[in-house]
Every structure is written in structure tokens, then in C-alpha cells.
């Protein structure tokens, strides 16, 4: 089993950043890879980007490339989510997942609110 448990979310103006952690503990050892997601009200799931784990390659949706990156840091078992330029149609619950291979979503934290505010 992997826990998930973020942080960082929060109320911030349009055009500002924020950065959302994501701390994973129990069998670290097992995952391949780490993503965001987010799902807003009445809309679905949609896919951030993903870092592997045991790596640094990293993956972007084409609707955050360029604002949102993605980071680790494996001392500390965390994955980060750095958001710049944010939009109000960022608002939204924010979420992080593990995969245990590649082209699964094994497990997944509660998330974190993000409301951008216009």
C-alpha cells in the first residue's frame, strides 16, 4: 500500500502561483511513477503530468505545459506541483497518484482545494 497526502492548496489571485505537495509513505519502494490531477465541479478528471519516480523524466497535459512543473524530491518522499500564471478555470480540487507501472493510477491522496479568484 502507498498513502498519498497533499498540501498547499489555497485561495490566490489570478496570475499568482502556489505550490502543492504531495508526501507519499508506505511502499515507496514500488512505484514507478507520480501525477496530478484535478477535477473541478461538474467536469471530469483531467490529467496534470506525471514525474517516474526512480527517474526525472516528467510529462505535461498541453493545457498546463509551460505554467505547471513538476518536481521531487525522494529524500523527503515528496512530489511537488509549482502553478504559475494561475487562471480561475484552474479553481478546482487537486490530487496526486501513484502508479505502480506505466499505465496504471494505483493509488491516489484526498487532495487539496485551489480556488483562483478573478
Known amino acids: 500500500q502507498v498513502q498519498l497526502v497533499e498540501s498547499g492548496g489555497g485561495l490566490v489571485q489570478a496570475g499568482g502561483s502556489l505550490r502543492l505537495s504531495c508526501a507519499a509513505s508506505g511502499r515507496i519502494v514500488s512505484m514507478y511513477r507520480m501525477g496530478w490531477f484535478r477535477q473541478a465541479p461538474g467536469k471530469e478528471r483531467e490529467f496534470l503530468g506525471s514525474i517516474i519516480w526512480s527517474g526525472s523524466s516528467t510529462y505535461y497535459a498541453d493545457s498546463v505545459k509551460g505554467r505547471f512543473t513538476i518536481s521531487k524530491d525522494n529524500a523527503k518522499n515528496t512530489v511537488y506541483l509549482q502553478m504559475n500564471s494561475l487562471k480561475p478555470e484552474d479553481t478546482a480540487l487537486y490530487y496526486c497518484?501513484?502508479?505502480?507501472?506505466?499505465?496504471?493510477?494505483?493509488?491516489r491522496g484526498q487532495g487539496t482545494q485551489v480556488t483562483v479568484s478573478s
Open positions: 497518484a501513484a502508479g505502480l507501472a506505466s499505465r496504471t493510477w494505483d493509488y
